[in-house]
Structures are given as structure tokens and as C-alpha cells.
């Protein structure tokens, strides 16, 4: 915690563009709006053409984020969606094991806030979902497993369509009472979706009068329903979901509370290069694990037995390692590695500093010394934001790593610190600890949360409504607010850490 001593001191150690940043740049009183209007209210989305704001480090010049307040259904009164049909994609993509049951229900339970919203407002709600990847009708990805649930955690039975077009769609929607749910068959059956075909988004608006897209996890794809049907149904606007993702992903990340930590790792380095290139624009501290740090333990010159290496990549990690100084980010590696004799659960394995793995082993998670590092150095941060385990956590005596992360970051969300997780891996893995309930925030996305925290755009978000100017205002004030108060607050801890010889 940074005290106002430490803070007023270590300010002196900014470089002197920051410093005129935070001390100069300071807003009126009246500007100062109570922090929980500005968690309720923003919504920041990337979009191109939208406002510029300088967000997080204001020294770094390349470090502006383009954003823009999407309209959100709770921009939407009463009067507005009494008895209006409304289109809802959702991603409803869950787990079904071979008989059909669902092993893991949390899309379906985070999309009820939003046809929760709608229904008791007296909307008719026709819910749209693809489930997995199917190639044309198939009996095996259709989405009749999921109506008991959804009718039990809605609290009113949910009828269900045998397809998501056509005139028996049609005539199921117009008998649609107000405040009831329809949930139309896999949108996905259809080869036109994915090719965000005109016509099937047309013939798919044409059953409803206003859209809102709360399907994050498929707001990369530029698909019918997720980015077709906005031509055709006005206002588009963000679901509570898509929203609290944003809100998150580009908010929280964009403009964090700090000092803020990223935590990488994963399998390789070259599925990881965007976010990490990303984030080393944004974070204090760099944490990186898993497979890919042989890469960048290879790239050092040293050894690292039969470990993960991929060699067309070294010159990369030397790169990122550079850049990471050059950004005055502290990038540290594990210092001791778990090490085994065999890619297998039952091998023999041993701790091992990472200056010495032994020929013909392999480093499968990152050892006791490193977990303690890493831990010291997450205990002075306020924005954690976490992708990828540590080690191969499959495996038990090699999720140590991993398993010892989660429940850091779940101490450290107890302490009012930020904590966000994303990636399908460590998702599980928090899950696995049973604390995903203590997290302040668990993406719903595996790619679309790689790509907003890669920076990229999401089709599914940029083709929504923008929210009015007033509220867009509104919420950009009170952005640069926070970014200002955070910016006074600023203490340098990451000169304390120098797990491993990186600089
Ligand atoms: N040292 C290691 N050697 C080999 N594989 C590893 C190592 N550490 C972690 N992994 C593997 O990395 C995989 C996860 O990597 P990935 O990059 O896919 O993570 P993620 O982004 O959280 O997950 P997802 O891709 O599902 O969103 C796991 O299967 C894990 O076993
Ligand atoms: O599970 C996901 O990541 C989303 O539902 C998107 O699915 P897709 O990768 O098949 O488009």
C-alpha cells in the first residue's frame, strides 16, 4: 500500500514527463463523481474513429487506447422494451459430456442477468446461441440439453424452437406472451451465419425489434448474429455481460489501478506474443510461467535439458526481454523449475534452479522459490490480470505452480485488489481451487478475451449503437478522473524485483 510518503518519494523516481502528467493535470472538484457511478456506468469498448484518451502510463507515448461508451441495455427504459420482441445473442457454448449433460454451466448462468433484465421489463425474448462447430444440422450440437437449466434459473419455462428461421419460428415468436423466453436452435446449423450472410441476418432480425448482443465470448467472430443483424434492427446495444467484460478487459486493463501485474503462461510463446507485446505497453510487473519460458531461458544461453523450447522463437523472447527494459517493466522469470524425467503424471520429478535443468528432463511447472517470489511481488499490486497456468496442471504434482497463483490471487481479491482471469486453462485451474467466486472478475471468452487484451477490435462490440454523447461524455470524464487520481497515487515497487537476471 503506498503510503503518502512513499507515494510523494517515489515519485521523484518517475520519469519527468509522467511526473508533469500527475502533477499538473488535475481535474476540478466538480469533475470528481462518486466511484460507484463510474462502476456502474462505464462501458468502454474499442472502436476505431472513436475518442482518443490517454490512458494508464502517461509517459508512454504509444500508450493511448481508443475507446468508446456502447449504448447498454440498461440505457433502455420500460416503455422501451414493453412488450418489444428482442433479439439476444448470447454464447451459450457449454460443455455436454456424451449423454447430452451440461459439465459446466457458467455461460448459461451469466447470461441470465441480462434476459432477467428484459423479461421482468416485459420484453418477449428470442435467445440465439451457436454450440460448438458443427458442419450443417447436428442432432448431437443442438441446444434442447440446455432448456431445463435455463428455465430453472430463469424461473419460467423456456420454449424452444426446432430452428432459428423460417415461418414455424415465426409463428412460435408472434405467440410469444410478454416477459417470455424462446430460445431459437443452433444459429451455427446454418453455414450462413458464419459467413454473416445478408440474408440470413435480415430473416434472422425480422423476428424482433430491438437487438442486444451479450455474447462476449463470440464477439470476435463477424458472424449473422453476432455482427450481421445490427444493419437490420435499431438500437444494438451491450448486454450486462458484454458489458462487465469490457468494463474489465478494456477498462480495468486500459486504466488499472497500480502498481498492476500481468501474469502470462501457457504452452508456447508464439500463441502469447500479442498479449504479452500488449501488456508490456500497460503493466508494472510482467510475470511469465509455463512452457514458454524455456524459450526465453534458451534465449539467455542457458540450458534447458528436454523442455518446451520453440527455437524459431528465440530471437523474439531476446526482443521482448528488451522491450520489457526498455519500458522500465520488471519481466520476471521463475528462478527454480519443477523438473521431470518424462511427460507423464506418474514421472519421477525434482526441483531444479533454472540456471541448472539436467539433460533429458523437462521443466513441467515453476518451483517453490519462484512461487515465493512471485507472490511477493503480487502482494503490491492493485490490478492483477492473469492468462495461462504455470505448469502442466493436469497433471497433479506438476499444478503446483499454478494451483499456488490462484489462491494468491484469491487473497489478494479479499485485500481489494483487482483480479481478472482469462483463458479457458486458468479459468479451470481457478475453478479447480474453488475460487473463482472470490475473483473480481472471470472472463466468459478464451479468444475474445486474448484478442481485446491483444488490443484488437471485436466486430461483435463495434457494430453495437454508441451510447449518447452525454453518457459517452460522462463515462470519458469520469475515466480520466480515475486515471488522474491513480496517476497521484503511483509508487515504483517493481525495482524490488529482480527474480531473474533479465535486465
Ligand atoms: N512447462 C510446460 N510444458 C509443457 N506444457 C505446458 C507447460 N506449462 C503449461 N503447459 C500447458 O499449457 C497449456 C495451456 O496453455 P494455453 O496457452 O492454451 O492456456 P490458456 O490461454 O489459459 O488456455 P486456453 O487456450 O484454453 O484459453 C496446458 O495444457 C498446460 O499443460
Ligand atoms: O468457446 C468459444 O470460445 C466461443 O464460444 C467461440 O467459439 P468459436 O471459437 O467456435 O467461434
Known sequence: ????????????????????????????????????????????????????????????????????????????????????????????NVPLD???????????????????????????????????????????????????????????KVEKADDCVGPEV?????????????????????????????????????????????????????HASTEGVTKFLKPSVAGFLLQKELDYLVGAVSSPKRPFAAIVGGSKVSSKIGVIESLLEKCDILLLGGGMIFTFYKAQGLSVGSSLVEEDKLDLATSLMAKAKEKGVSLLLPTDVVVADKFAADAESKIVPASAIPDGWMGLDIGPDSIKTFNDALETTKTVIWNGPMGVFEFDQFATGTEAVAKKLAELSGKGVTTIIGGGDSVAAVEKV????????????????????????????????????SVALARIVILVRDHFLQEEKIYICKRNYHCFVIY
Open 434 to 469: 474453488g475460487v473463482a467466486n472470490v475473483m473480481s472478475h472471470i472472463s466468459t471468452g478464451g479468444g475474445a478475451s486474448l484478442e481485446l487484451l491483444e488490443g484488437k477490435e471485436l466486430p461483435g462490440v463495434n457494430a453495437l449503437d454508441e451510447a449518447s454523447v
Open 170 to 222: 415465426e409463428k412460435l415468436v408472434s405467440a410469444l406472451p410478454n416477459g417470455s423466453v424462446l430460445l431459437l436452435e443452433n444459429v451455427r446449423f446454418y453455414k450462413e451465419e458464419e459467413k454473416n450472410e445478408p440474408e440470413f441476418a435480415k430473416k434472422l432480425a425480422s423476428l424482433a425489434d430491438l437487438y442486444v448482443n451479450d455474447a462476449f465470448g463470440t464477439a470476435h467472430r463477424a
Open 1 to 92: 500500500m503506498a503510503s503518502a510518503t512513499s507515494a510523494a518519494s517515489s515519485l521523484s523516481l518517475l520519469p519527468s514527463s509522467r511526473r508533469h502528467a500527475s502533477s499538473s493535470l488535475r481535474l476540478p472538484l466538480s469533475l470528481r463523481l462518486p466511484r460507484t457511478h463510474f462502476v456502474q456506468s462505464l462501458s468502454l469498448h474499442v472502436a476505431a474513429g472513436a475518442a482518443r484518451i490517454v490512458s494508464g502510463r502517461a509517459q508512454r507515448g504509444s500508450m493511448r487506447v481508443v475507446a468508446m461508451a456502447k449504448k447498454s441495455v440498461s440505457d433502455l427504459t420500460s416503455a422501451e422494451l414493453e412488450g418489444k420482441r428482442v433479439f439476444v445473442r448470447a454464447d451459450l
Open 98 to 156: 456424451e449423454n447430452q449433460n451440461i459439465t459446466d454451466d457458467t455461460r448459461i448462468r451469466a447470461a441470465v442477468p441480462t434476459i432477467k433484465y428484459l423479461i421482468s421489463n416485459g420484453a418477449k425474448v428470442i435467445l440465439s446461441s451457436h454450440l460448438g462447430r458443427p458442419k450443417g444440422v447436428t442432432p448431437k450440437f443442438s441446444l434442447s440439453p440446455l432448456v431445463p437449466r435455463l428455465s430453472e434459473l430463469l424461473g419460467i
